[in-house]
């Protein structure tokens, strides 16, 4: 069953277009990716969903429901991390995480006791009495997210979850993601760490210049990026001979000393490392890979960056 709608969404703002046209159907029980670049209508997108910020035209329908600023059942429905700081600032890192699950109709019992649970599990018992003003950007983020899922609803939305944590709780806020999975749930959550969300994405929708560019699984991503070779090559001289032939073919490069990396369609890969090999001493050591869902991305995005979003032109 199909829960949550975007109905030729749009937010214009002056002359410029922060998202045109997104039409987006998302069921029950999946995990949603939303990637892409700074400004290209993300979170935009998911203040439109918990209605913060009202369309230009088109809908956001919820069961069918018409999403209506301020109404009290949208906010029942949807849980929602923004990227900006919490408004529970004065309170204690406790305090804020037990009124989160009070507000959202949990028992005081039931609420205090998943409080409790979350301080152990994202290690902010020590923090507990500490008022949220006052903690670090990571640590602030760490107490948005227990907030959110204190009282997880029908609906979600993260933008930029792990934004500002270490290597280790970053992957432990992934695995909690993927335990808030549920056959009655819908996770739709941004994020710029592709190589990360892959670990728990079912749908990847990318958006660019303010419109969905991509809209499917993980592997068709791939698919959509062309069939791809991650390569590592070691050379024992003139690494710039490898770059100036990488540059006809506009592929990504990156370069560590006698290391060059890069990203490319296989066919035209493999036609390279064939030429390079065949100069003596040019190569020391070649290590081939598959791209991950993050090459794929990135090779996308290089694509589509000439494109614009037009603006309204007159009837």
Known sequence: MTVLEFDQLSKRYGKVWANRDISVRIDLGSIVGLLGP???????????????????TGKVRIGGRLVVPGKRWVKQIISYLPQHPLALGDLTVEEAIRSSALLRGQSWRDADAHTQELLEMLDLAPLRRRQVARLSGGEHRLVGIASVVVAPTPIVALDEPTNELDPLMRHR???????????????LLVSHNVLEAEQVLDRVLIMSHG???HDGSPQSLRQDAGDLLKVAVTVGHDPQRLEGDLASLGAEIRRHGLLVEFTALRVEALALLARWLADPGLVEGVTINEPSLEDAYLTLRQQWAGDTLPEETSS
Do not use: C, M, S, Y
Request: aromatic share 6%.
């Open 173 to 187: 806020v992934w695995d909690f993601i993927q335990n808030l999975r549920h056959p009655e749930r819908i996770i």
């Open 211 to 213: 419109r969905i560019r």
């Open 38 to 56: 700074n400004g290209a209508g993300k979170t935009t997108l998911l203040r439109q969903l918990v209605g913060l910020t009202r369309p230009t």
